[in-house]
């Protein structure tokens, strides 16, 4: 039991420590476009993200998949540009393919290169069986990122506060826009650095 604390424990300071910067960062652009009360979206989104890393997570730990860590490193943030960019691009998603629903889907995909990253980080840990570590170390990354959401909510709706303060009555764009557009901006900018600098080539 005390093994599987020590995982739990290290997937959650995983996940939440500032050199994790990437995993933060991507959170914060999923989450960037939503708010209270489209919980439901925001639970689809994760649990696609989530099922996504814990596939890859698990392939790559038990040696069924390798994948070159330098390749990964420069996906992480690509993916974090990308995300970023679609919140930027997108300015109806009642009016986006599928009404937006392919979000998940978005999010699943790249779920699948982050557990990658992790996996490369837990692999170096292992020196005996896989099943304890990675159920603990999954566990603790659910735990973060639950962390790491509810910090997120609280920053965009104090960022929406903010705006609403500043911005003029009746104006447009909305407050949400406004506050979609910049803190995507800043995501992007942060995450175009990050892959620039782990370019692979």
Do not use: C, K
């Amino acid at each position: 039991m005390s093994e599987l604390i020590a995982f739990v424990h290290l997937g959650l300071r995983h996940i939440t420590d500032l050199t994790a910067l990437d995993h933060i960062l991507f959170l914060l652009a999923l989450a960037a476009i939503y708010r209270g009360r489209d919980w439901r979206d925001v639970l689809w989104v994760i649990t696609a993200f989530t099922v996504g890393h814990s596939v890859t997570l698990a392939l790559a730990v038990t040696g069924a998949l390798r994948l070159p860590t330098p390749l990964i490193e420069f996906l992480i943030p690509v993916t974090i540009l990308v995300t970023g960019l679609e919140n930027i691009l997108v300015r109806r998603r009642d009016r986006a393919p599928l009404g937006g629903g392919y979000r998940p889907v978005f999010a699943g995909v790249f779920g699948l290169v982050h557990g990658a990253g992790f996996a490369n980080y837990l692999q170096s840990l292992f020196v005996g069986s896989i099943v304890v570590p990675l159920l603990g170390f999954n566990a603790g990354i659910e735990l973060g990122q639950l962390v790491v959401l509810g910090l997120a909510g609280l920053v965009l709706a104090g960022v929406d506060r903010a705006l609403a303060l500043l911005r003029t009555p009746g104006a447009t764009p909305s407050v949400l826009r406004l506050r979609v557009v910049a803190v995507s901006a800043v995501v992007v900018v942060v995450a175009a650095e990050m892959a620039a600098s782990r370019a692979p080539w």
